[in-house]
């Protein structure tokens, strides 16, 4: 059935918004729009989906609210630091500083590619909740549609 799920608030990853929209269909085709940031989450995701629907075109839009970090996560930052730290002392050089840092780990997020990384727990509690949401549009709008017949 055709809906519209929405859910928005803090997670993990910074302020979300969430809207996840479906239209009747036979199989099941999930599209993702998500903000760069948000680029490694796309197969949790469209698991979640999958787990919780089993036809339709649904599309999913995750949108960062007001600004985003433009820092890489403090987990790539750490790694990056530590491993160039380990390289700087092993040919016995300066440590990095905090700007070489975040260039190189930003620098690596544009050509790594991350299709695996879980979703968080608060984030997939949002998405958890659009798509309650949207199952709730949906019941919605097939009592009315069941009405409308009879």
Do not use: C, W, Y
């Amino acid at each position: 059935m055709t809906g519209v799920g929405f859910a928005a608030g803090a997670t993990e990853v910074g302020e979300l918004r969430i809207e996840v929209r479906a239209v009747n269909g036979r199989a099941l085709a999930v599209k993702l729009r998500l903000p760069g940031g948000l680029f490694g989450f796309e197969a949790a995701i469209e698991a979640a989906v999958r787990a919780r629907l089993q036809r339709g075109t649904v599309s999913v839009v995750v949108e960062h609210k007001g600004t985003a970090s433009l820092l890489p996560d403090r987990a790539l930052l750490r790694a990056t630091a530590d491993e160039l730290r380990d390289v700087a002392r092993e040919f016995g050089q300066q440590p990095p500083t905090l700007a070489e840092v975040v260039q190189l780990a930003n620098a690596a997020t544009r050509h790594e590619v991350v299709t695996s990384r879980p979703l968080p727990p608060r984030a997939a509690a949002l998405l958890a909740a659009a798509l309650d949401d949207l199952d709730r549009h949906r019941g919605a709008e097939g009592a009315a549609t069941t009405g409308a017949i009879a």
